[in-house]
């Protein structure tokens, strides 16, 4: 079984959990915590200062400054963002004692933290917040289910951050890899939900701080590009593919929840998106029931969010220009207040999924499914241990054929023959995104361009089909009696300018058609 990359003298490897302090109390005390420990845990209080400028630079660098008080002891430390993101956080860190609770920045003796801290002047930091916790540790050290060697450090803390006159609880279980496999760090968390119902907590203390005291967004991200070379194994993919994944949904957890920028929900559909898609690529390769279970989370997971994503869409992109041609139409205000009702369900529909149980089960399970290569079954690794290369373009041809068959004299095409075709388009679209790096030339570049310019000409079809079903739904489920009337008639102002829409890119439609369907696959040679 894969080990994961150990941690290095200056690498943190982490998983946060949160829970009502009262869970984190029974935790302390169940069987995953004290039978797996020898002796009992340390318990001491820690009172933390976090330092930055005015203009806060070193938020804007990914830097958290803090000064621990630790019984006489203080010590100042220096973490950088996660690099992963996502669940399971790996950070730089630094340590190195320090007089009393201003910080030293003259004691940080190591060349990358310096150059990662930058330019900061005498006087420029200051207290931005604070925290202190009450804080249990216990180490596990022994050999996993495997025999592997694991050491795992569990700090349960229990306190509160503060922030001027604002203050937030703080109930939380830390889980530091020391040594092994992070599927320990996963196992060990999964045991832990198991007897508790604890949720992840992607954001550090630094972060929930620094949102505290600026109430600054949580920022949302994109998908890291996945680079293969010829040599790559479908094994190795595989890890690779599912990491990138993992990390691009969770990720975006905070965002989802804050909901203040709809990108949140977005770039989380989109993870899981990729995800869906990465089964089907690898789908013959996986254990018939780890398959089934992952589609079925996958998918389960995406439906929570799709009504707030469709509503951020509709009022965001659909609404918007049609309320602007039309400007000061009432029935457009009361469709815009119609479907802000349902934007709010919407979004405590995707809140309440995410600090689910069920949901916090399935991260869980798959970051430890993912770390320790679980579909390596017995006889897999004949198949497994094969170059990538042969593999994905066999899938690449097999999809990039599939899609032109399905769009056959696509000018005459109906609406629901051109929905088939965008769907074959966003399945070939996530695997060459996937694969395009096994190939890289500006023969790529071109294949890719043209086809994001025909699923861009044929998102039109699938505005005019969200919108019509967004319609007919808030006036079967949200619209009050007095609003019936207005609703009709802001439908057939919205569904006309759409169609109409439509009707001008039809030409611009077909010839990015006829553009793709001559496309040179990148992966022919």
Known sequence: MAMAELPGPNVEIELKLSAPAETIEALSRSGPVVQASEGLGIVKTLENTY???????LLTRGIALRVRKDGERF??????????????ARRGEWETPVGGLRPDLAAIDDADARELLGLILPGELQPVFSNRIRREVRVIDGPDESGHARTIEIALDIGETRAGDVTEPIAEIELELLKGSAENVFDLALALHRIGHVRIEPRSKAERG?????????RWQKAEPIVFDPQTTIDEALADVFNACFKHWTANESA???????EGIHQMRVGLRRLRSALSIFGPLLPEDALAWLKEEASGALGALGRAR????????LLSPVAQEFRGDECLVTLRRAAAREQAKGYEQARSAIVSPRYTEFVLRFGGWVEGRRWRTEGTSDVLDRPLVAYADKLLEKRHRKALKLGR???????????????????????????????PSRKTKRYVKSLSRLQDSLG????VAVAERLMEDLANRSALPSEQAALQRAAGLLIGWYARGVADTEPETVANWEAFSVAAPFWRQ
Do not use: C, W
């Open 409 to 439: 004299q696509f000018e005459i095409l109906s609406v629901d023959g051109r929905h088939q075709v965008r769907i074959a388009l966003k399945k070939l679209r996530y695997t060459s995104e996937f694969f395009e790096s096994l190939h």
């Open 310 to 317: 469709d509503l951020d869409v509709f009022l965001g992109e």
């Open 75 to 88: 010590v100042q430390t220096m973490k950088t963002e996660s690099e992963s993101g996502g669940a399971l």
């Open 51 to 57: 330092y930055d400028t005015p203009d806060l630079r």
């Open 210 to 218: 620094y949102a505290l005291s600026t109430d600054i967004v949580p």
């Open 256 to 262: 989802a929840l804050d909901g203040r920028d709809p």
């Open 460 to 463: 039109h079809l699938n505005d």
